[in-house]
């Protein structure tokens, strides 16, 4: 299905002597400036008339055309898996995503995702690139995810999270007493050897900045709040397992599990069972896209991580 698009716009004085495709992003916010950019080399996005090309310059009071038509984006299908909404308008999503659903459809995961489940409850999505998923959690990662559900507003959560000014803040349950916070600064890339796998690397990694302070310590693990700065694949599971902190359950990151010496059966069991990485999105903040208003979402602990809690209070004291 095809979206048909006919909007216009007059240059104005402080615009003047631009170059059309940063004109264009001004005055047609709720595109991406690529996509402008496909449209006036299409001649879908006209100057007075004529075609011309993105690097022109402009003059005050010219008027700009744009009569394009959007295609589908994607061509997932939609499911009906249910989903936790903590906030829905017509510019944005936040959901709580569970432990174990995958986000986007991929080999070997080309159904019961995320994706899925969204195209069923909001069709319109198709329209949008990767169906509105602006960032991604692991599988097995639970908690806050914002989605756009507009061009605009995909555009300007695109702009914020690429300007770090969107607040993610994870809690964690990490193996080892930390004696206190601190901030990993290390660029993450692809692992020499294993590449399914990120690493820390000193060549060809794209800068990574972790911050965490200790929310609750243990005698041999730690309840950690984690801000990340930046959003690479696998950050804070890379980062701290780099740290010699790695999360309960990441067999990926942190190897075999490691047991406390001496440690009590039920504590034991606890640690065994753990299904994933301890890793939850708990809080989330930006700038919505349409009003501009300073929007926050919190979201409790899921049960297992506040069972595994529970259970290093009574069996690993400090």
């Known amino acids: 299905m095809l979206e048909h698009i006919e909007q216009e716009a007059l240059v104005t004085e402080a615009q003047h ?9 001004e005055l047609f916010p709720e595109f991406s400036r690529s996509r402008l950019q496909a449209w006036i080399r299409s001649g879908e996005l006209l100057i007075d008339g004529a075609a011309v090309k993105p690097r022109d310059k402009v003059v005050v009071g010219a008027r700009l055309t744009l009569v394009a038509s959007l295609e589908e984006a994607v061509s997932w299908e939609g499911e009906a898996i249910e989903l936790d909404l903590y906030f829905e308008d017509a510019d944005i999503l936040v959901l709580n995503k569970p432990p174990g659903l995958v986000v986007h459809p991929a080999a070997g995961h080309s159904s019961g995702t995320l994706v899925n489940a969204l195209l069923n409850r909001y069709p319109e999505l198709t329209k949008l690139p990767r169906a509105g998923i602006v960032h991604r959690l692991d599988k097995d990662t639970s908690g806050l995810m914002v989605v756009a559900r507009s061009l ?15 607040s993610r803040e994870y809690a964690a349950i990490t193996i080892g007493a930390m004696t206190g916070g601190g901030t990993v600064d290390a ?43 930046t959003g690479r694949t696998h950050q804070i599971r890379v980062h701290m397992a780099h740290i010699r902190y790695p999360l309960v359950g990441d067999s990926q990151y942190g190897g075999r599990p490691k047991l406390p010496p001496g440690a009590e059966p ?53």
């Open 266 to 318: 039920e504590l034991v069991d606890a640690l065994r069972a753990f299904p994933r990485q301890a890793l939850h999105a708990r809080r989330l903040g930006l700038v919505h896209p349409g009003s501009g208003e300073d929007m926050l979402w919190e979201s409790e602990l899921p049960g297992d991580m506040e069972a595994l809690l529970d259970c290093l209070r009574r069996c690993d004291a400090p």
């Open 152 to 166: 605009r507003a995909h555009t300007s959560l695109v702009e914020q999270l690429q300007a770090r000014s969107v």
């Open 17 to 25: 002597g631009k170059r059309l495709d940063q004109v264009a992003a």
């Open 187 to 229: 660029p993450i890339g692809r692992h020499p050897k294993q590449r399914k796998k990120m690493a820390v690397v000193s060549v060809g990694g794209k800068p990574a900045v972790t911050h965490y302070r200790v929310a609750e310590r243990f005698a041999h693990h730690t309840h950690v709040a984690v801000h990340l700065e």
